[in-house]
Structure formats: structure tokens, C-alpha cells
């Protein structure tokens, strides 16, 4: 298609610039860069400031949008002979464009002369117009193109922006003023991105570490979360329940920790246990410990391999044959986890407790070393200095010290010191101290305030540790919800027993270890709770019904179960003669065991049905006899369901089927109206207590 192509149809050509008049050539039709021949070597951008890339120059564009006249093209001429040239030959007649070969594609842009090329004169047509200029057709052979420079990228980026003066290169040209703009743009977002790719790095980074530490964690299966051992579990939804177990292995790290190793004492004991209960509010922290010859029934469990931490049955190399799929504890506490591990001992805790076990960790002697030495060390004091008989020098001297780690060990380890009488208890006494002690220096440094310094603590022993339902990620969590609790609210509590027996076994007092625990799920306040001021925490019991309408609490679903299962014993709050007689009578006819009938001392105007923990189908079937009756939980009525007749009492109805679903709306209380009656001797350690014993 030729110039003269893009005139309107049926319009003269008259005087148009635009228009290039040549005669066209007989045979195939060229396209314009055909028939143009090589072009002119392009102008360098760099000076002329041109983007296009294209053969318009700016001035000719100018020209060409405000309607101005173009400058007439050029010819290039070539440069002055050095000798005298032979006579121009006479103009030739155009010659035939050759035939298309089918194949090959023409490039739309003339390929740029080689360096060693003459230049070539450009020859005009006599029967064209003296504008138009035709150069000499392509040699046949392909001429070498000139190399391209390579493209040059900057690795001095940071000296390119701070000094854009100065040149990088020697052979650099000065920078172009109007190009100063876009380098420090390009730079700045070179910046941006920069800090954008550190950021991203370093946050994958943490979490790459994060999930090393976690898939680090030895992880083992202890928890038992449906076990029908939990006392009322809907009361301890939101509640921690971690179970910290300080094992005694003489295995691997914990060989060199002066303790021992295989040869004196083989397989695994739990030497501290401890259940720690962290309320759903996250406003106090209560920590019971168990001593390790705490008398227990012996309990069947899975067998379990303290080497390879798997359950099943143990392959002995002695007798080259397997033991046996389940085995049963001794009599004292610590050999639940001797015989069948975490979940052994998970089982047995939840069932001297009642307590819903969710989280564990078994921390070995190597873990515990370096979690002290995570916080610079723990101060202790003491009243004497402390010689153990099998452990020989612990403290030197008496008074307030800083110990390491090493030496933490063996203070919390003594259990045969000359200056004690008490053997265990006072080991036990002696680790709740060191206990406080650690808590208040992580306090006092900000660790739990100071996610940095958490995570570096957490992350010292974990890998030392081995876990149930445990994450980094969750102890750093759980460190920063308790951060606003002061140490007056952290209470260390042991369970209390009786007198030792022949087999040196300690027996629970089993109706106050019950109080203990049925206090920490109600959140009644534990004796010397302290508030940040070191005023007593107030008491915060309920008060029993005595008002129309019910305070608030909780819906509770169980199943109802057979009458003669249930004892009921039945109190009379109206002052009406032989009404709780009445009521006894009518509830014996329908199954129920039930006790003498008494007074209540005071009124309530709605009939209320008192239970405690753990015995919600007996409360249930009771209550489905007296409709609209008020269902509260308290502590201290063992397996007995008390029921107090207020002024609504009418009959006893019939109970519902045994095995029906049932819901009951319950709230939480005592039937004084205070908390949860302890024992007087409980032994209690506050950790805001600094005194030295």
C-alpha cells in the first residue's frame, strides 16, 4: 500500500505534503520498508530525549500536530572521497523486485550498517518527487550486526543514592538533570521493597524457628480429656489444668547432671509433681503438689517403655520375649509414671482430683538446669546451709544467694537433708519457695511482659521436655494472659494426708483433699491470697436461694439414673410442722434411699437441691421430681443430694425414667453461704512470701 493508498476516495492529492508521489513499479508489490531500503541510523535517545524508538523526529512531529510544513527529508551524503572519484554513471532504470520467497519473513526495521560499510549515496527517480529518497537494495549476503551493549546493572545501590553525582564508571557519563527524579524514584522503591523482603524474611524466619522448637518438642500421649473422672466438667470450661511433672531419668544430658546415671538408678520416676490450675478469668494461679509417696490404689494401666516412650507391651532381652498389654501401679503415687507413663499418671491425678488434666509436660533434670540459667539464676534463702546425706554439700552457707542451675537442681532434689525431719514435705516446701522465687524474678525483669524475653525462656528447655497438648506458642501465650497477676494471687497448696504408713506409703485425707480441689473448681479464695496491695483477696462465695429469683449460672446436661442409687436427705425451711417428713415419705415410695428428715437453719422461698461435683445424675433424678426447683452446687455433701423445701413446695412428683437426658440449670454456692470449708492445717505457700526459713 503506497502513501498515495491512504488519501480519501474520490479527493485530489492537490498540494498535500503528506502524500509521496512515485510511480509504482510494475510487478509484485513491495512493502514500504521493501522499497525503502536501509534507513538512517537511529538518534541516540540518551541526547535527544526521543522514546519512540521510531523514525519521526520530534521536530517532524511538532510540525505534524500544529498543522505546520514539514521539513523536507534529507539524503545522506557521504563524506569527501580522498582521491578523484570515477564519473557518476547515469541513472538506472528501476530495477524488478524480486519474488517473494514463501518462507522467509521480512523484519520490519532494516538491520543498523555494519562499522566497515561505505556509506551508500542515495539515488532519486527522475519521475519522482525530488523529496523522496531511495536508497541501494540490501547486499544478498548477511551483514554482521553490530553488537548490542549489554544492559549494566547496578549493585552499588546504596552509594548511587546517598552520591548520584558521583559516577560509578570512569567512562560514566555525568548524569542528565532531567533523570534525577526518576533515579531517586526507582531507588526509593528498590528501598521499599527492600524493607518489604526483610520484614518478610524475618517473619518467615520466626516462624520457621517457632515450628523447628515445636517439631523438636518430644510430643507423648497423656491426656485424657472425656474421662468420667472429672468433676462437673462444664464448671471448668476456659480453665488450664497443666500437670508439670519433674522427672527423674538418668538418660541421655541428664547422665552428666551429677544425679546419677543409668547404672544407679534405671527406667523413669516422677520425682515433683505438680497440677497447676490457671482460672478462665487468668486472675489467680494455684499449683498443688502431690507428694511422691502419695498412698494410692494400684491401677491398671498400659505398659509403657521409658527408653522409647511408646506404649505396649516391652520386649525384655533377658527372656527374649514381650510382657504383658497392661500392668498395674504399686501403691505409691510415683509409680504410675514408672509403670505406665504420662497416661498413667494422668488417670490417677484426675481421679484423686477430679481436676480436667488438658495440658502436660514432663520436664527432665537438663531442661529445669537450663530454665535457670535462662533468668540469670534464682535467689534462695535459707536459715542454715544445707547438707544433704546422699547428696552431699547443696548450700555452703546460709542466707540470701543466687544459685544456678546446677545447684537448683540439687536444692530442689534434697530430700535426706540433716537439718529436716519431714523428708518429703520438706522437699516440697523447699520447691515451692524456689518456685515463688523464680516467678517473682520473672515478674520483676518484665519477662512476662516482654514477649522477647518469654519466648527466650520457653524456648531454653523445651527441647527437654516432653509434652501433651503444648505448644511455644501456648506458654508464651499463657505467660502473657497471667502477666496481671501479682504473686500475692500465685498460692502453692500440697495435698494433705494423714499419718505414714508400715510401708512408708502417705495416705490423702481424702474429704479435705476433696474441699481443696471442689475450692479451686468453684474459685473460692485459698487461705493467704493476697491482692497486689497485699490486702486478703475478699470472699466471693454465693449465697444459697433466698430470694425469688434464681442467681445466675449454668446449664448442665447429664442423664438421670435409678432412684435406689440415690440417698436423699430432705430439710424443712418453712417452719411448717411435718412437712420435710412428708416430703421423705413420698420420695422412699418412689425408690430413693433416704436419710432422717431436719430443719433448715433459715428460709429460702424457692425449693433448692444441693449436690456436689461429680454427682450431677443423682441431682438430676431428684430434681426431676420436684418441678421448678432450684439446683445448686456445692462442696462437702459427698454422694448425699440434700434437698431444703422452701414456701413453693407442694407434693414429690414421680421421677423421670432412669438413662433420660436431662438439663439442669445450676449455680454455685455453699449451703452457709461461705466458701469452701478447708482444712486448718493446710499447708500453704504464698509467692509473694520472701521471709527466710
Known amino acids: 500500500m503506497s502513501d498515495r493508498d491512504r488519501t480519501a476516495p474520490g479527493e485530489g492529492d492537490g ?56 521539513p523536507p527529508a534529507t539524503a545522506i551524503e557521504a563524506p569527501a572521497p580522498s582521491a578523484p572519484s570515477a564519473p557518476a554513471k547515469p541513472p538506472q532504470p528501476p530495477r524488478p523486485a524480486p519474488k517473494p520467497e514463501p518462507v522467509a519473513a521480512t523484519p520490519i526495521m532494516a538491520p543498523a550498517p555494519a562499522a ?22 540490501l547486499p544478498a549476503e548477511p551483514v554482521a550486526l553490530p553488537e548490542r551493549p549489554r544492559a549494566v546493572v547496578r549493585t552499588d545501590v546504596r552509594n548511587y543514592i546517598d552520591h548520584p553525582e558521583r559516577p560509578t564508571h570512569a567512562d560514566a557519563p555525568p548524569p542528565v538533570d532531567h533523570h534525577t527524579r526518576h533515579r531517586f524514584a526507582v531507588a526509593g522503591r528498590i528501598l521499599m521493597a527492600l524493607v518489604a523482603v526483610v520484614a518478610l524474611s524475618m517473619t518467615g524466619a520466626a516462624w520457621q524457628w517457632q515450628n523447628i522448637k515445636n517439631n523438636n518438642m518430644n510430643r507423648v500421649s497423656a491426656l485424657d480429656l472425656n474421662s468420667r473422672d472429672i468433676v462437673d466438667p462444664n464448671a471448668q470450661f476456659g480453665d488450664e489444668n497443666f500437670l508439670i511433672v519433674g522427672v527423674d531419668s538418668r538418660y541421655g544430658q541428664n547422665a552428666d547432671m551429677g544425679a546419677g546415671t543409668t547404672e544407679d538408678a534405671g527406667g523413669t520416676r516422677s520425682d515433683t509433681i505438680m497440677l497447676v490450675n490457671i482460672p478462665a478469668n487468668r486472675k489467680r494461679v494455684v499449683a498443688v503438689s502431690f507428694p511422691r509417696d502419695l498412698a494410692i490404689k494400684p491401677t491398671q494401666c498400659e505398659a509403657w517403655d521409658p527408653k522409647t516412650g511408646g506404649y505396649g507391651p516391652i520386649y525384655d532381652e533377658d527372656t527374649k520375649s514381650y510382657g504383658p498389654d497392661q500392668v498395674y501401679t504399686e501403691t505409691k503415687l510415683n509409680s504410675a509414671y514408672s509403670f505406665g507413663g504420662p497416661k498413667c499418671l494422668v488417670k490417677v491425678i484426675q481421679k484423686l482430683s477430679g481436676l480436667s488434666v488438658n495440658r502436660f509436660m514432663a520436664v527432665d533434670f537438663a531442661g529445669f538446669s537450663k530454665l535457670v540459667d535462662a533468668v540469670g539464676g534464682v535467689e534462695v534463702c535459707s536459715s542454715t546451709p544445707l547438707e544433704d546425706y546422699e547428696l552431699g554439700t547443696v548450700l555452703e552457707h546460709s ?134 496491695d497485699k490486702t486478703p483477696v475478699p470472699s466471693t462465695s454465693a449465697v444459697p436461694s433466698t430470694n425469688a429469683a434464681a442467681p445466675d449460672g449454668e446449664d448442665v446436661n447429664t442423664t438421670t439414673t435409678d432412684p435406689s442409687q440415690v440417698t436423699v436427705r430432705v430439710s424443712n425451711s418453712t417452719g411448717q410442722d411435718g412437712l420435710a417428713a412428708t416430703a421423705t415419705k413420698e420420695l422412699e415410695q418412689h425408690g430413693f434411699t433416704v436419710n432422717s428428715p431436719d430443719d433448715y437453719q433459715g428460709q429460702v422461698t424457692s425449693t433448692t437441691v444441693f449436690y456436689s461435683p461429680g454427682h450431677e445424675q443423682a441431682a438430676a433424678t431428684v430434681a426431676s421430681t420436684l418441678p421448678n426447683a432450684h439446683v445448686e452446687r456445692v462442696s462437702g455433701l459427698g454422694d448425699v443430694v440434700r434437698v431444703v423445701l422452701g414456701t413453693d413446695f407442694t407434693a414429690v412428683g414421680t421421677p423421670a425414667a432412669s438413662g433420660s437426658a436431662a438439663q439442669m440449670r445450676v449455680t454455685h454456692g455453699s449451703l452457709s453461704g461461705e466458701p469452701t470449708k478447708l482444712p486448718e492445717d493446710l499447708s500453704i505457700t504464698n509467692a509473694a512470701d520472701t521471709t527466710c526459713k
Open 399 to 532: 542466707g540470701r544467694q543466687v544459685i544456678d542451675g546446677h545447684t537448683a537442681l540439687q536444692y530442689v532434689r534434697a530430700r535426706q537433708v540433716t537439718t529436716e525431719v519431714n523428708g518429703d514435705y520438706g522437699r516440697i516446701k523447699r520447691q515451692q519457695m524456689f518456685l515463688s522465687s523464680l516467678l517473682r524474678s520473672m515478674i520483676s525483669k518484665d519477662t512476662f511482659f516482654n514477649i522477647g524475653k518469654l519466648n527466650n525462656v520457653v524456648n531454653l528447655f523445651i527441647n527437654d521436655s516432653s509434652v501433651d497438648n503444648v505448644t511455644t506458642k501456648d506458654l508464651v501465650q499463657l505467660g502473657q494472659s497471667i502477666q496481671g497477676v501479682s504473686a500475692g494471687r500465685v498460692t502453692f497448696v500440697t495435698v494433705p494426708t494423714g499419718v505414714t504408713d508400715s510401708e512408708g506409703n502417705e495416705p490423702p485425707r481424702v474429704d479435705d483433699m476433696r474441699a481443696l480441689f471442689d475450692a479451686i473448681i468453684n474459685d473460692d479464695p485459698l487461705p493467704e491470697e493476697r491482692n497486689a
Open 15 to 70: 498540494d498535500n505534503p503528506w502524500v509521496t508521489r512515485t510511480t509504482r513499479a510494475p510487478g509484485p508489490v513491495r512493502a514500504p520498508w521493501e522499497r525503502a531500503g536501509r534507513l538512517p541510523e537511529p538518534p541516540d535517545d540518551e541526547v535527544t530525549g526521543s522514546h519512540g524508538g521510531g523514525g519521526v523526529t520530534v521536530a517532524e512531529l511538532i510540525a505534524r500536530l500544529s498543522g505546520g510544513a514539514v
Open 116 to 137: 566497515d560499510e561505505p556509506p551508500r549515496t542515495a539515488r532519486l527517480r527522475p519521475e519522482s518527487d525530488p523529496a523522496t529518497e531511495v536508497f541501494g537494495a
